[in-house]
């Protein structure tokens, strides 16, 4: 088990102060880009109301989570399960990273490290299966960036270190882990990861139009 008592002096740098010195930066950088956001006009409806803008909204934030309301999705579940799972695992990638350094004593029991460590092997997982896909299939190939690649990978690349990290049993592991998502705090303001700043006002826009037009909620035809 790690001394973190005598950790090097670089890796109590970067655990204790880069690595919250970067999420100062990411938090900067977003509330730079939702001021952008709320200082944009919002679009206007020149047409009369066929449905209500309310439940239009609220359909909209809530399709996420009903696969069987996109037809993608109802012929592929599993990808909606991946998709699902992954974005979870980096949600607890992230939380691990912000409580380990001060809440790691009671992150050593072995069904914690188990659970940290199926969480992080599956994501990685799944992270390789959608870079294969990405980079296997015409389609989806055709809409990738550089970019898509990049994080893809560093983001399996972390995972990967999170299972090895996990146990606390090596500095070098320890450094890994928390190097990429330092690392990853910086760049993603700058990468098409920052999607998820600009979802809820995609969603409500989203919403309120197709609810104006009457298409959200979708209508459910008898025997169709």
Known sequence: MLD???LAPHTNILLHQLHYASLAFMIIAYAIKIKQML???MPKEGTPAKGDHGQGINYAFWQLAMPWEMESQRKHWYRWLEFAFFHVAMAAGIGVAFTMPWGHSYMTHPYVIY???GIFALAAVIGV??????????AVRAISSPDDY?????????????VMMAPQT???WLLAYFGIATFFLFYVPFSKISHY?????MRYYMGKHFGHRGVYPKKRVANA
């Open 197 to 201: 700043v600009f979802w809820p006002f």
């Open 129 to 138: 299966s959608r870079f294969l896909r990405r980079v296997g299939d015409p």
């Open 39 to 41: 200082n944009k006009m």
């Open 4 to 6: 973190w008592n005598n």
């Open 150 to 162: 990049f994080c893809i990978l560093l983001l399996t690349a972390w995972m990967g270190t999170g």
């Open 170 to 172: 090596s500095e070098a």
């Open 115 to 117: 659970a940290m460590q």
